[in-house]
């Protein structure tokens, strides 16, 4: 007997490249990051461009950038041999700081992302967002996107629960809402998002509005949508409302 899968009560968005474009966002940033901590020396940039695989003509971070495949905790050695630094914990809370004013100048979101969280929101469920950016830039970023009264939860790699790939907001979502994980749909862009919903027990939901495509992400993803704006009509279709 063929069992309908339950209804999903609660989204957990990733940010850049789901919410955010990451392009635009982080690839402009990521210059003025760069040419700030390298004090302006052409040559460190040069490093930490490679280091990062970073295009500096283009502003763009190519899809095997160590920037997208973790958390700053997880490459700040690299900015670190790139600039003849040893204190990376010193340089973690530069990095983190100058990317937060710098991305928030930058700041492009893919689409209407408000329209959509409205929509979800009329439809009863519970929203948040799971990011391996840090905490206080992701607030900023929503605040400045007038996205943060839409969203129950707000984590970051350094909230306390862990990064992606790891469970670990995932499960706290699930926690703070009241929402089982098998009712929880991950929304992202890339396989980080989505080996950790498979890790928590949620839905994995991929977006093709960041680096990575779709016959990367379609073997981890349970559902692969275009990007949040078919969030509803997915909703719905699961909801058996459609």
Same mark, same amino acid.
Request: glycine share 12%; hydrophobic share 50%; aromatic share 4%.
């Given at each position: 007997?063929?069992?309908?899968?339950?209804?999903?009560?609660?989204?957990? #968005?990733?940010?850049?490249?789901?919410?955010?474009?990451?392009?635009?966002?982080?690839?402009?940033?990521?210059?003025?990051?760069? @040419?700030? @901590?390298?004090?302006?020396?052409?040559?460190?940039? *040069?490093?930490?461009?490679? *280091?990062? +695989?970073?295009?500096?003509?283009?502003?763009? #971070?190519?899809?095997? $950038?160590?920037? &997208?495949?973790?958390?700053?905790?997880?490459?700040?050695?690299?900015?670190?041999?790139?600039?003849?630094?040893?204190?990376?914990?010193?340089?973690?809370?530069?990095?983190?700081?100058? #990317?937060?004013? *710098?991305?928030?100048?930058?700041?492009?979101?893919?689409?209407?992302?408000?329209?959509?969280?409205?929509?979800?929101?009329?439809?009863?469920?519970? /929203?948040?967002?799971?990011?391996?950016?840090?905490?206080?830039?992701?607030?900023?970023?929503?605040?400045?996107?007038?996205?943060?009264?839409?969203?129950? #939860?707000?984590?970051?790699?350094?909230?306390?629960?862990?990064?992606?790939?790891?469970?670990?907001?995932?499960?706290?979502?699930?926690?703070?809402?009241?929402?089982?994980?098998?009712? &929880?749909?991950?929304?992202?862009? $890339? +396989? @980080?998002?989505?080996?950790?919903?498979?890790?928590?027990?949620?839905?994995?939901?991929?977006? /093709?509005?960041?680096?990575?495509?779709?016959?990367?992400?379609?073997?981890?993803?349970? +559902?692969? &949508?275009?990007?949040?704006?078919?969030?509803?009509?997915?909703?719905?279709?699961? $909801?058996?409302?459609?």
């Amino acid at each position: 007997m063929h069992v309908p899968p339950a209804p999903l009560a609660a989204l957990l #968005f990733d940010k850049d490249g789901t919410l955010v474009d990451f392009d635009l966002t982080w690839g402009r940033a990521g210059h003025a990051v760069m @040419l700030a @901590l390298g004090g302006g020396d052409a040559a460190a940039v *040069a490093r930490l461009a490679e *280091a990062m +695989h970073y295009d500096v003509a283009a502003l763009r #971070f190519a899809p095997s $950038s160590p920037l &997208i495949a973790g958390a700053p905790d997880t490459y700040v050695h690299l900015w670190a041999e790139a600039l003849g630094r040893s204190d990376d914990a010193v340089l973690l809370d530069e990095m983190n700081a100058a #990317f937060t004013d *710098a991305t928030l100048r930058a700041l492009a979101p893919i689409g209407t992302p408000e329209a959509v969280l409205l929509a979800l929101k009329g439809r009863g469920l519970k /929203l948040g967002l799971a990011t391996n950016d840090g905490e206080a830039s992701a607030r900023r970023q929503l605040a400045a996107l007038g996205l943060d009264a839409h969203m129950d #939860f707000i984590a970051g790699y350094d909230t306390g629960h862990g990064g992606k790939p790891d469970p670990g907001m995932v499960l706290a979502f699930a926690a703070a809402t009241g929402v089982a994980p098998g009712r &929880i749909g991950m929304v992202g862009d $890339s +396989h @980080l998002d989505l080996v950790s919903a498979r890790a928590a027990g949620a839905v994995a939901i991929a977006v /093709l509005t960041g680096p990575a495509r779709r016959d990367e992400l379609a073997p981890l993803a349970d +559902h692969v &949508i275009d990007g949040i704006a078919d969030l509803p009509a997915l909703v719905d279709r699961l $909801s058996g409302t459609a």
